[in-house]
């Protein structure tokens, strides 16, 4: 099969043929990609970030938002059959550890990360297991839907946990309106009450902001947090979701939280440096967010099917995923990319 492989961190994949996944456990499927999300942690793979977590070996296939057609199952898949078109849950949990029995397949004891610590979906095929499965409803194409199974999960899961704090006449920052920021906006619309700012560097993204649901919109210059602070009344969000993670996202959301505001973490690459007193001072309360589970994907794909969360994507051939990451490098992506091979 054709695949882009990770040869060298810092370098750019090989489009290159290589051998399709065989199945090796009973309850492993083989998924033909329909579409396969470019993402932000696509690129801190490829700068070697998640080397020392996850022991990815080189070379590596990546892509970990996964949607396509079930092509070949294990002798113990008794659910899915060849041809059924599915979301692929981005990890393989074992199902039988506390965390798993919890429901929290991302804290799993014997995690596989298909595109991170495995070989992933910038490829026609890509192994799984049963359990990361999804059915994906009558009409529904994975190309249209792939970016749900890492990004939209992600903005779900902060905003699932963030909606409770928003309650009417609470104000919730969200910062960065690109792949995750886009989802989480109209999750929070539709799980929140609160009245949502959103901060970004791009005017498109800001304005698009205002339609999916944000009540302002802030560009993010030097004038941003004293715009926040006086669309709070001087006094802060509540709650701000941070799906940047640079240090300047981590160190403006100290100066822009309210007393006893939540800062929710899910974008990263940065360090959050705050002096404790100002934590126990504030009561701060900072929480980090990571991916989603099997029912956070289960949920986001009801709300799709209801109309009430939409997905922006551009679609790209797998031969341009070297292209399409140096876009999203440069924040020249709006909504997700999607590869199709
Ligand atoms: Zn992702
Ligand atoms: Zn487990």
């Given at each position: ?5 990770l040869?060298q ?7 290159e043929?290589?051998a399709?996944p065989?199945i090796?456990?009973?309850n ?8 396969a999300?470019?993402?932000h942690t696509?690129l801190h793979?490829i700068?070697?970030m998640?080397?020392h977590i ?6 590596h296939i ?6 396509g ?6 002798s ?6 060849v041809?059924?078109?599915?979301i692929?849950?981005p990890?393989?949990?074992c ?7 919890r429901?929290e397949d ?12 495995v070989?992933g979906?910038?490829a026609?095929?890509l192994?799984?297991?049963d ?5 994906l ?8 839907v792939?970016?749900y199974?890492?990004a939209?999960?992600t903005?779900?899961?902060a905003v699932r946990?963030a909606?409770?704090?928003a309650?009417p006449?609470t ?6 309106m690109?792949g995750?920021?886009?989802i989480g906006i109209q ?10 700012i959103?901060l970004?560097?791009d005017?498109g993204?800001l304005?698009m902001s205002?339609d999916l649901?944000a009540a ?8 941003a947090i ?8 001087e006094?802060?969000?509540?709650i ?6 640079t240090d300047r996202t981590?160190?403006?959301?100290m100066q ?6 939540h800062y929710f ?7 959050v ?6 934590i126990i001072?504030n009561?701060f309360n900072i929480?980090?967010s990571l991916?989603g ?6 949920e986001?794909m ?7 969360v939409k ?7 797998l ?7 140096r876009k999203?490098?440069e924040?020249?992506i ?8």
């Amino acid at each position: 099969m054709k695949a882009g492989r990770l040869y060298q961190y810092n370098q750019p994949l090989k489009i290159e043929e290589v051998a399709d996944p065989v199945i090796t456990h009973p309850n492993d499927v083989i998924v033909k990609i329909g579409g396969a999300g470019v993402c932000h942690t696509d690129l801190h793979l490829i700068q070697g970030m998640w080397h020392h977590i996850l022991g990815t070996e080189l070379p590596h296939i990546i892509g970990h938002e996964n949607a396509g057609w079930v092509h070949q199952v294990g002798s113990g898949v008794t659910n899915f059959k060849v041809g059924d078109p599915v979301i692929v849950h981005p990890v393989m949990s074992c199902g039988y550890c506390l965390s798993c029995r919890r429901g929290e397949d991302m804290h799993c004891e014997d995690l596989k990360f298909p595109g991170l610590s495995v070989d992933g979906g910038y490829a026609q095929y890509l192994k799984t297991s049963d359990r990361a499965l999804i059915p994906l409803p009558e009409g529904v194409r994975p190309e249209e839907v792939a970016p749900y199974a890492d990004a939209g999960i992600t903005a779900y899961r902060a905003v699932r946990k963030a909606a409770p704090l928003a309650r009417p006449g609470t104000k919730a920052l969200m910062i960065g309106m690109g792949g995750l920021g886009h989802i989480g906006i109209q999750v929070m619309r539709e799980l929140g009450n609160a009245d949502i700012i959103t901060l970004d560097i791009d005017k498109g993204r800001l304005d698009m902001s205002l339609d999916l649901g944000a009540a302002h919109a802030v560009v993010a210059n030097d004038q941003a947090i004293s715009q926040v602070k006086s669309l709070t009344n001087e006094k802060g969000a509540d709650i701000i979701i941070d799906f940047v993670g640079t240090d300047r996202t981590h160190a403006d959301s100290m100066q822009m939280l309210r007393k006893g505001g939540h800062y929710f973490v899910v974008g990263y690459g940065g360090t959050v440096n705050v002096p404790s007193i100002n934590i126990i001072n504030n009561e701060f309360n900072i929480i980090g967010s990571l991916v989603g589970n099997y029912s956070d994907l289960y949920e986001l794909m009801q709300l799709n099917a209801r109309g009430k969360v939409k997905l922006h994507t551009s679609k790209y051939s797998l031969d341009e995923a070297n292209d399409v990451l140096r876009k999203l490098e440069e924040g020249k992506i709006n909504g997700r990319a999607v590869l199709v091979p």
